[in-house]
């Protein structure tokens, strides 16, 4: 597990392009699959694109972007993770697609090799059930924007082993971020505490308590957040933050982990934030 130097990435959504692009960029040979025809090809774009902006601040040479580029290599099927020591599941938060996803690379992937989900709340211990693979099975939950974002939650299941842990944090900490290790409980650390504050602004805007500009200017200027609640939960996805508050409400069984109506009823008009352009505030600019 130690000498890993070729990863698969299944999805090229937003934190499967910027897995796949941290990882290029520490000199892994990275490969990316997406069930979706042409999907990988524009995420490729977009990394390039976002390195080349770098270059024109002059934080990066044209050198480092060939070679990133050069390590990123689109696959058109699972088939061809044969020889990759760590595979990194990043699609939707379903569980059933999910678990067809590891129950394929499971039967594709050497031995020995570290089958990850990048999963923001789903049970490690559940997903990696699936597989004939439990102990080298472990959540490496990047956060977005992956390139910019420091921390990886490297989340044991029940059966991670202690290597697969280890060598999780080693790759972490190879692509510059630093890995802190949590159970496997619901939401983990970071969604157990920031979505409830996140469902807890959405509560005060329900009931007028302030406006959403006023809800996140209290927690900017007064709690020193560089973003408030609101216009986080547009970047993260009002349907993510609604999945998540439902994990937490089935699995930990307390109200105060009900979904508050208003983000429900966000979601289902498809307001879901930056990704349809309107959330709490527009983004039609």
Do not use: W
């Not at 999910?98 to 559940?126: F, M």
């Not at 999945?243 to 109506?261: A, F, K, S």
């Amino acid at each position: 597990m130690s000498d890993i130097r070729e990863v698969g990435v299944v999805g090229s959504g937003a934190m499967g392009q910027g897995i796949a692009q941290v990882f290029a960029q520490s000199g892994f040979t990275v490969l990316v699959y997406d069930s979706l025809d042409g999907a990988v090809e524009r995420a490729t774009g977009r990394i390039e694109k976002a390195l080349n902006r770098q270059v024109e601040k002059g934080k990066l040479n044209a050198d480092s972007v060939k070679k990133t580029m050069s390590n990123i290599h689109p696959v058109g099927g699972l088939g061809e993770f044969k020889s990759a020591g760590l595979a990194i599941e990043a699609i939707s938060e379903l569980p059933e697609a999910k678990n067809a996803i590891h129950r394929e690379l499971d039967g594709i992937l050497p031995a020995s090799a570290i089958l990850a989900s990048n999963t923001s709340s789903i049970s490690i211990t559940a997903l990696a059930a699936q597989t004939q693979r439990p102990e080298r099975f472990v959540g490496m939950h990047f956060f977005n924007p992956v390139p910019l974002m420091g921390l990886v939650e490297v989340i044991r299941g029940l059966e991670t082993s202690d290597e697969t842990m280890d060598a999780a944090c080693r790759l972490s900490e190879a692509v510059g971020k630093t890995p802190l290790r949590v159970q496997d409980h619901p939401g983990f650390v970071s969604n157990r505490v920031l979505m409830p504050m996140i469902n807890e602004a959405v509560n005060c805007l329900q009931e007028g308590v302030a406006d959403a500009e006023t809800i996140d200017g209290v927690m900017k200027l007064g709690c020193n957040h560089p973003m408030g609640p609101l216009a986080l939960a547009d970047l993260i996805g009002l349907d993510v933050c609604l999945h998540i508050m439902e994990v937490l409400h089935r699995d930990l069984g307390e109200d105060r982990y009900r979904p508050c109506p208003l983000l429900r009823k966000m979601v289902l008009a498809g307001h879901l934030g930056r990704k349809t352009k309107r959330g709490f505030f527009s983004y039609e600019r």
